[in-house]
């Protein structure tokens, strides 16, 4: 096996790094949720709580940018709150985003599932759902070079079909496709654009935040670049626009086709709209991308959390067997327990599917926000002890724009999106305890965590003096 070796190798280049931040981050939050968010909050509250959120993300993606440029390792931010805060902070926040992840593979899997009804409505859901993760292991298990190519080619078919769709949609609200010109009167029907108000729009920031959960893939992925100082930078600067066009453009051409009312979680929107157009059988095309849409974010997923654990096993944070690599430089043991997790998807064949995959974007939305809290701190800390030890700002080969600020305001604006999440499941009437628990089951986890590693090794916050922002460049053979 090889397995004395222990290191990833760096193979995936420029054009891996680009696909797998954007496609991490275009799944099923843009194909099968938008739906839901639609109808929930209106066209208008839908476009302020992701353009928000996009704002948000873009000043995270710069912070990370700078410190996975200097420091290009697998365990990313997690490491970095080990190296510049404390370990307790890393290693806490390493197995969050493990989690995190693994319980987003199962939610694909749940997506996908609810995807394939469309064509075999009698076949039980179970049974996909293990097709499903069988490729996902079976794409992981091969190289990391296997991995980017695969998602390389999985995010390109889903950009692609993005943009087709954005222009078909317009051509739709002008009148060129679909006979009558559709215009921009769904917006205000009843109590649009803002449907619902503030409840609405905070709510709806969880699936927001959700959906753009994965552009940090970058900063994992960091570990096994070719040329980081070159790649990471230029990744960083393409994708945030990137991505907001596309969620932004989608909700726009959405919610003037869809009316708001009428949007569910039971159909795809992308596949509503294609049948709008008259393109009968676009609606079955549609949901085979939509099917790889969610095969890549799910790939993404594996990636994502069996690399945190590869690294944290390097710390002496996980059991050092997941350390172990094989002679492709694949961490199999740790794609074999991210494995067990994830087939929590398999719940699908004994509660209803749609129950399910709510609580599930539910769990593993809140985890990924304190990833994000995570990512801020540590970039704010980081410039701090650099600064402190009289290093100069200009050799950092990549540097984010508006520090302090950034930082300071994404973290301010997850911790407020993070205490709102309970927000509209308290009323004057009563208090929805099942939404409440599942809006919050993130924090908890994290905190035992936390506290737990804490106590027992008693740590404490590393002094500016004794941080580590020294990194040599060494290759992973």
């Known amino acids: 096996m090889g397995e004395q070796n222990n290191e990833l190798k760096r193979s995936l280049k420029a054009r891996h790094l680009n696909m797998i931040a954007i496609g991490g981050s275009i799944g099923t939050g843009i194909f099968l949720a938008m739906g839901d968010t639609l109808h929930q909050a209106g066209p208008g509250g839908a476009l302020v709580a992701y353009a928000l959120v996009g704002i948000m993300v873009y000043f995270l993606m710069t912070s990370l940018g700078e410190m996975a440029t200097h420091m290009p390792i697998p365990g990313s931010f997690s490491s970095y709150a080990n190296k510049f805060i404390d370990p307790a902070l890393g290693f806490a926040l390493g197995w969050n985003y493990w989690y995190n992840w693994a319980i987003t593979i199962a939610a694909e899997m749940v997506a996908g599932s609810l995807l394939m009804k469309y064509w075999f409505p009698n076949v039980n859901a179970l049974y996909w759902s293990i097709l499903f993760l069988a490729i996902i292991v079976g794409l992981n298990i091969l190289s990391s070079k296997a991995y980017g190519e695969s998602e390389y080619w999985f995010a390109g078919i889903k950009v692609v ?80 626009w990137r991505i907001l066009i596309f969620y932004l453009g989608t909700i726009i051409v959405l919610g003037a086709i869809i009316p708001f009312t009428e949007a569910s979680l039971d159909t795809s929107p992308f596949t509503m709209v294609f049948e709008r157009a008259g393109i009968a059988g676009a609606a079955s095309l549609i949901n085979a991308i939509i099917l790889t849409s969610v095969l890549s974010a799910g790939n993404s997923g594996m990636y994502a959390s069996s690399r945190m654990l590869y690294a944290m096993a390097k710390e002496g944070m996980a059991p050092k067997v997941f350390a172990k690599t094989n002679e492709r430089g694949v961490p199999v043991n740790a794609v074999l327990l991210t494995t067990l997790i994830a087939s929590a998807c398999f719940l699908t064949g004994l509660y209803a599917e749609s129950t399910v995959y709510v609580w599930l974007v539910a769990a593993s939305g809140l985890a990924g926000f304190i990833a994000w809290v995570g990512i801020a701190i540590c970039h704010y800390r980081f410039r701090k002890a650099y600064v402190h030890q009289g290093k100069d700002l200009n050799d950092l080969k990549y540097k984010a724009s508006l520090y302090p600020f950034g930082p300071i305001l994404a973290l301010l604006m997850c911790i407020i999106i993070i205490i709102g999440q309970g927000y509209s499941y308290i009323t004057p009437e009563a208090i929805d305890w099942n939404g409440l628990i599942a809006a919050y089951i993130g924090l908890p986890l994290f905190i035992i965590l936390y506290i737990g590693y804490k106590v027992k090794y008693k740590t404490k916050v590393i002094p500016l003096d004794d941080v580590d922002v020294s990194y040599s460049n060494k290759k992973s053979a």
């Open 161 to 240: 079909t993005v943009l087709v769709f954005i222009v078909i949609g317009v051509l739709m609200i002008v009148g060129i496709m679909g006979g009558e010109q559709i215009g921009f009167n769904n917006f205000t029907l009843e109590d649009g654009p803002f449907h619902g108000g503030i409840t609405s729009i905070f709510s709806i920031f969880l699936i927001a935040g959700f959906s753009f959960q994965g552009t940090e893939l970058i900063g994992i992925a960091a570990g096994e670049s070719e040329d980081s100082e070159k790649n990471i930078p230029k990744a960083i600067k393409s994708i945030f």
